[in-house]
């Protein structure tokens, strides 16, 4: 497995009326948290969009626990739960200020070639970074 921690401060625009951070900004927190850890492993999204891919989210799930709320600090923590094949599976916890449990959720991402759209299986210069990076916990 590899794993990352990142946080970020919930602006009063990641907000609703309720004061609650809005469902669709979560999505916006997994790509912070997923751009961190990739870049850890040495994969960073512009190496690879200059080797020719693109990485659509083919599938996202989300679980609900507790709201974040405007200027908390929230921890992402991104996962690597499996090596990739076919796709990049990635699994989100957030937490509140407070440590508590807010956000569980996974997100599936897909390769493309670039030039063609066309889906492509997990290029070898991200397998073998994962490779690189991988722990038994």
Do not use: C
Request: glycine fraction near 6%; avoid cysteine.
């Amino acid at each position: 497995m590899i794993q990352h921690e990142t946080t970020v401060r919930v602006r009063y625009a990641d907000t609703d009326q309720m004061g609650f951070v809005y469902y669709g900004k979560y999505a916006e927190y997994f790509e912070v948290g997923r751009v961190e850890l990739v870049r850890k492993i040495g994969v960073p999204y512009t190496k690879v969009e200059e080797e020719g891919f693109l990485m659509p989210v083919a599938e996202m799930r989300i679980q609900y626990k507790l709201p974040l709320t405007y200027d908390e600090l929230a921890t992402i923590r991104t996962k690597v739960p499996e090596k990739p094949r076919a796709s990049f599976l990635t699994e989100y916890e957030i937490y509140n200020e407070e440590g508590k449990l807010s956000i569980l959720a996974m997100v599936k991402l897909a390769f493309l070639k670039k030039d063609t759209g066309r889906p492509v299986s997990v290029p070898k210069f991200v397998i073998d970074a994962v490779e690189k990076h991988w722990s038994v916990e």
